[in-house]
């Protein structure tokens, strides 16, 4: 299968209820021979009324982030978990991830990125669960943000979703780093000088 033929099945995807409450369903966007993908949980209201990836407030945000960082959107492929909005941003239900989540998979196996970039608990949730990675409790959760997890050939390097700056400013910092981080590990893949990498 080629990407044009499953963004075609996602556009016109009805498999569950948010295809009743949703204006566009959101592929994939950026390179089709990206090394990194970022993976999101689901569009905003921004993004499902004009039909494109991190347009909205949290699109700002990452804009920004990737900029300070020096990693261009051209350079990377970015989806969501769920491609359907979320009624008044509710969290997405465990049949609903199941379903749609073929789809990530899918992306996943085309466009064969080397690092995994999950934002937020429930892509990272999906993505520890997918590669066996066990899932820190709640207490502990917020140590994984930042962290390099070794994943056969690849790497998973969890991330807070850009929105959660919306709501706290003052963990801006600690994205700028981990943003820049991205781009080492970025660059060093591009490289191929895995051994350089710190892990853990
Ligand atoms: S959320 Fe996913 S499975 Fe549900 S309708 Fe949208 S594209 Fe289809």
């Not at 064969?112 to 207490?139: M, R």
């Not at 998973?156 to 919306?166: E, G, Q, S, T």
Request: aromatic residues 6%.
């Amino acid at each position: 299968m080629r990407i044009e033929d499953l963004n075609e099945k996602i556009r016109k995807c009805s498999k569950c209820r948010l295809s009743e409450t949703r204006m566009n369903a959101l592929c994939g966007e950026g390179a089709l021979n990206a090394r990194l993908l970022l993976i999101a949980q689901a569009p905003g209201e921004t993004e499902d009324r004009e039909g494109k990836m991190f347009i909205g407030p949290s699109g700002k945000v990452l804009d920004e982030l990737l900029e300070i960082a020096a990693v261009s959107r051209g350079k990377i492929y970015m989806t969501n978990l769920v491609k359907c909005m979320l009624p008044k941003y509710r969290k997405p239900k465990q049949d609903e991830i199941e379903i749609c989540s073929k789809y990530l998979d899918k992306e996943i196996e085309l466009i064969d990125p080397k690092i995994l970039v999950p934002l937020g608990y429930f892509a990272i949730k999906y993505i520890f669960e997918k590669n066996a990675i066990p899932l820190p409790s709640k207490g502990e959760f917020h140590k994984i943000y930042g962290k390099i997890i070794l994943a056969g050939d690849r790497k998973i390097f969890p991330l807070k979703h850009p929105a959660a700056v919306l709501y706290n400013d003052s963990i801006k910092d600690e994205m700028i780093k981990n943003y820049c981080k991205m781009r080492v590990l970025l660059n060093n893949d591009e490289q191929e000088i895995p051994h350089s990498l710190e892990v853990g």
